[in-house]
């Protein structure tokens, strides 16, 4: 268990040095390769963690805040979140890795490719309900938004996905919660691991103005793809 626990923490670590740099990237890094050391870390965990990062986020920059963005994406968030709840209720374990696996590697697609979405109105509400949806089910919520605001500054992107992320982790957790589906010994892990999420957190701080996003946009992609391609055959042949 232990053992396990100090993996996970790693993994967080690093998940929380990458988002404090660019704003997301905790999902992308930590959720596919905590899918495969324990399911059970999933979404409730992660959730807990990624909301602890962003109050430190927010903290950090909050003056750099697009709260109309805010507001668009959480509208979408709202029923985005339903689903999610349905989605975490109604899939076994493989075909839940099997879906993290496909929604990671997707993201990861439309990454690289030539795309220059920009945060509108229509465009926000769209990216919170998959936001919400995928965010709710595996902790993957953050890449959706992420990509309308890819051409943004630094530090308006940070602080808007941390305010987002905030409003709605706290969603989540809500929504699953009222469906049964939080447990004690997942809130403790969560708690377990945030003192990892700090740390990674703490890393970033001195490197956010001299690291550009691009920087490490690469290193994320392919850890990502890697494990979401993983997943999908352990899923395939398990």
Avoid: C
């Avoid at 905790?26 to 909301?51: H, K, N, Q, Y």
């Avoid at 999610?84 to 993201?107: E, W, Y």
């Avoid at 377990?192 to 701080?205: A, E, R």
């Amino acid at each position: 268990m232990w053992t396990g626990l100090l993996l996970a923490g790693v993994v967080v670590t690093l998940g929380g040095l990458v988002q404090g740099l660019a704003g997301f990237g905790l999902a992308l890094v930590a959720v596919p390769i905590l899918a495969l050391l324990d399911p059970s870390l999933l979404p409730v965990p992660i959730l807990i963690t990624a909301m602890t990062h962003s109050v430190l986020s927010l903290a950090r920059e909050h003056r750099h805040v697009d709260w109309h963005g805010v507001g668009w994406a959480m509208i979408g968030r709202l029923p985005g979140t339903a689903i999610g709840v349905l989605l975490v209720d109604s899939l076994d374990q493989k075909r839940f890795s099997l879906l993290i696996g496909v929604v990671v590697l997707a993201s990861v697609l439309l990454s690289i490719t030539t795309w220059t979405p920009r945060p509108t109105k229509v465009s926000l509400v769209i990216a919170g309900l998959t936001s919400g949806s995928f965010g709710t089910a595996m902790s993957v919520g953050g890449p959706p938004v992420a990509m309308l605001y890819q051409n943004s500054p630094g530090a308006l992107v940070r602080s808007t996905l941390a305010a987002y992320f905030v409003l709605g982790s706290i969603t989540s957790v809500t929504g699953l919660a009222i469906a049964g589906q939080v447990h004690t010994p997942q809130l403790l892990t969560g708690l377990l691991l945030i003192p990892f999420l700090i740390l990674g957190f703490l890393l970033s701080s001195p490197l956010r103005k001299l690291v550009d996003t691009n920087g490490i946009r690469t290193p994320v992609l392919v850890l990502s793809t890697i494990t979401a391609v993983t997943l999908i055959v352990r899923s395939a042949i398990g």
